[in-house]
């Protein structure tokens, strides 16, 4: 078999790979809601460093409040009116904590976790390489001297309770990152890999956060559904239906949540009345595809409203045309 042939067959295999991979692949719909199982505002508390790299533990503290304010579901306490507020009351709230200090901390601020923590390695690395600095037809015929700079980053984090006072997560985490320059490339310092590396572990604390404290599942309003294994497929997103023709459709997935969460589903008409109301049961991975018959329904803005477990996951507002 020549090199040709055998490139051909590569790439008919990968053609049916993929497309054996998208019969079986169910869409998720269109929009994602993130539900608070519990109340979770957050203060991140200054960390402590017991490495020997000078100012880690600001880096870290900040990766950290910088990725939760931007997660769904999370309320972030500003850490510049914290610094304020505990020096004026002049308390500590750097690294561990007691439970007395917490429950103080959450008192003043009104958050309910905390969290913390201490750097507690930094490592660092630069080793003798080489890099490839020529390629023909996906292959590298020459390479250089390079040297590779590498960095590991060792945190402990607590989450805590701020009503309570107590450790409700510990996280022992660990991050990397390098990057590798040819000889005679100029070597910036390893700060911005250490930020790399903080970012990474700011993404575990977020992880950690989200999956304890939150539930999700993925909506969408459609013209019309089809069946597809387990679950179903929206076609023609939208949210205007026809009273005389259209069924409202609604595709819901629960891509996280407990085993027989109940759920409620609830159409509200134009003059904010309910319409209808499924009482449902969900467990993680199931999917849901609910429907109304606008026929009859004066022209107007409705809405649809999902309640997971007692907290509201979606308002959604849709259209009824005549």
């Not at 020997?52 to 600001?58: A, D, I, T």
């Not at 923590?117 to 996906?138: H, K, L, P």
């Not at 700060?191 to 990474?200: E, K, P, Q």
């Amino acid at each position: 078999m020549d090199e040709s042939a055998g490139i051909l067959i590569a790439i008919v295999v990968g053609v049916l790979l993929v497309a054996a991979f998208l019969v079986f692949l169910i869409p998720e719909p269109a929009v994602r809601a993130v539900i608070a199982s519990e109340r979770l505002d957050v203060a991140v508390l200054a960390f402590t460093n017991s490495s020997s790299w000078p100012s880690v533990e600001e880096t870290m503290a900040g990766r950290i409040e910088t990725q939760l304010v931007n997660a769904d579901g999370i309320d972030v306490y500003s850490r510049v009116q914290l610094d304020a507020l505990l020096m004026e009351h002049a308390l500590s709230g750097a690294g561990f904590l007691d439970p007395t200090t917490a429950v103080e901390i959450g008192t003043l601020t009104g958050v309910s976790k905390l969290v913390t923590g201490s750097v507690y390695a930094v490592d660092t690395t630069a080793r003798e390489t080489d890099i490839c600095t020529q390629w023909v037809s996906g292959q590298c015929v020459e390479r250089s001297p390079a040297t590779e700079y590498s960095v590991r980053i060792r945190a402990e984090i607590e989450v805590v309770d701020a009503r309570t006072g107590l450790i409700e997560r510990a996280l022992d985490l660990t991050a990397t990152d390098s990057t590798t320059l040819r000889e005679g490339s100029l070597f910036g310092g390893f700060d911005s890999l250490l930020a790399n590396a903080a970012t990474s572990i700011a993404g575990d604390v977020e992880g950690a956060l989200t999956a304890a404290y939150t539930r999700e599942m993925r909506y969408g309003l459609y013209a019309s559904v089809e069946t597809k294994r387990d679950g179903y497929v929206g076609d023609e997103e939208t949210s205007r239906f026809s009273a005389s023709e259209d069924l409202v459709h609604l595709v819901a997935h629960f891509t996280r949540v407990e085993r027989r969460e109940p759920f409620d589903l609830i159409w509200v008409g134009a003059d904010g009345a309910e319409i209808s109301r499924v009482e449902d049961v969900v467990s993680q991975g199931d999917w849901r595809h609910y429907t109304l018959d606008p026929f009859g329904l004066p022209s107007g803005r409705y809405s649809v409203r999902g309640i997971l477990s007692g907290v509201e996951a979606f308002d959604e507002p849709f259209t009824v045309l005549p």
